[in-house]
């Protein structure tokens, strides 16, 4: 995986999350500040799949896990921004996980 | 022109196609049909879309292409479950096997074909594909963005609407139905203008396209386009109700018209479904089972979903949108054996050596599934007296491959065609209120085109033939490794004469995207969490 910086990230997410809220006609612009679920108006399931095409563009990712983070979070957090997003890509991508023991 | 065009019928059967071919319903496909061969299709087991089309378009079985389900075990140490998508396919298909041999290909709504894999071609993916992101389903870059100016291009009608995709199988209110029907006669004709525009502007030589309404139709309407449940006096709803189902199949012979004529004589057109359909009644709570043969048990907290007595009006439910209830309702300290998913039919056994406290270990794996089995043999329906469970495949016997590890242990058949629900219940069986349409081992199979014998009805086939012979009809050598056989039977002998079918050295498994990649550490009870997490979400409920 060739390393890029978040701001290339950012750069990124943001083109493309701008170009799926134009498919929707969402009006306002995409920001590192978007909510995906109470600004765009994703559902659970959209998020699942565009977990999906993000680690088909930056490799395998606890995107699971991720998830369930905002899950638990108090219902009026219960969001993410495009920011967390980036951030999330950042600190994951390309690390080597550990080995799964159960 | 194109060589090779599948148009897919999703659940298609003679059962429903026959009677409205006789009834000029749908005066195309008679004609086709005569014109040509037709044959049961047989299906795999299980006879679910996912595994189905997956063994269609790789000519190969369940165990070695590595779709089981419409969700999927995360790795074979893993009780979590995913939505199953392209990179869980774990050999070559006919899309990209045509494309390696220098062949163009256009695939439209196909299931698991996404993330789409780059084929010299168009795909636009299909199945569990949720309409806000079919941009990023759609390859190759920039197709999107060229569908959106035809003036029919509807994203939220073409792709995914869980919402909706759930009214199939749970049913709905009665007030919904008109529109519901209605919504996927246009949806086809949306698929429809897709391809029309691709075949004019993208000529390709290998075509799909798939039309899921039928299946649709079938579970939910059965007793609306089934002759056999025709009622004397048909209520104006109920006759309403079945005048559009019978619009659906008018429009959809007339779109199967428009593909053959556009594709021209020169091109073999197959048409196949992935499983046929049969009227069904009986609910069988899977789980409930379980836990009364001891197998199985619930944590102290959760209520049963169903009770018996409940309301006469209230249907069973199978728990579609609740897949993931196995990891954080049952108690895992005291559960051997559990269904995780209504649609497969399966039944796993936990695995003690991969940390369950239960479980089987594997001097004890043989005696419980043992039991199992004889237990599911013997249970008898409490009104009839018949067996409920027709038939419980073992992993080894119907999933053998290399992906065997990541199957359900047991695979049912059920005695009429019924479902599975895994939801809690304190029955074992339940009734619909109406009937609805479920899944049966034999689809369709219809050819016809250059060197195809006409008028001729076959014996059974096999889903895993249909590859082979779209890659001949495509001019793509067959790979030698795959499970389906040429069907020498559907061609004038001559015409094999005239053109042989090449061979050529299969590709063997290949490495799934991010198979073997360890997840990071979780244990059971972290698991149990994490999906109770996503239940708050909402990703899971």
Known sequence: ?102 | MPKAVLIGLDGATFTILDPLMERGVMPFLRHFAQRGVRAKLRSVIPALTPPAWTSLMTGKRPGQHGVFDFFQRDSVDSDFVRLADSRDIGSATIWSLASDHGKRVIALNFPVTFPAPAVDGCIVPGGWMPWRQLRLGCHPPGLFDRLRALPSFSPRELALDMALEEKAIEGCASEEYADWVSLHTRREQRWLDILRYLMQTEPADLIGIMFDGVDKLHHLCWRFIDPAFQVARPSAWEQQISQLCERYFRQLDAAIAEIVDLAGPGATVVLASDHGGGPASDVFFVNAWLEQQGFLAWVADTAPTRKSGGSADQSPRLGMGQIARHVYELDWERTVAYAATPSSLGIHIVDRSLGGANGAGSESYRQIQRRLIDGLRALRHPVTGRPVVEAVHTRDEVFAGPFESLAPDLTLSLADGGAVSILRSDTLLSRRREVAGNHRPEGIFLASGPGIRRGASLPDLSIVDVAPLLLYSAEVPVPDDMTGRFPDEVFEPAALHERPVRTATGQGTLPRDGAGVPEPHLEADDEAAVMARLRALGYVD
């Open chain 1, 1 to 102: 995986m060739t390393w890029q910086s978040e701001a290339q990230v950012r750069d990124e997410l943001l083109d493309m999350m701008s170009q799926l809220a134009g498919d929707w006609e969402y009006g306002d612009p995409i920001t590192p500040e978007t909510r995906l679920l109470g600004d765009v108006g994703l559902e659970s399931l959209d998020l699942v799949v565009l977990g999906t095409s993000i680690q088909q563009r930056y490799g395998r990712l606890p995107f699971a896990e991720f998830l369930a983070e905002i899950g638990q979070r108090p219902v009026q957090d219960r969001d993410v921004s495009v920011q967390e997003l980036v951030s999330f890509v950042c600190r994951h991508s390309g690390l080597t996980a550990p080995t799964r023991a159960r």
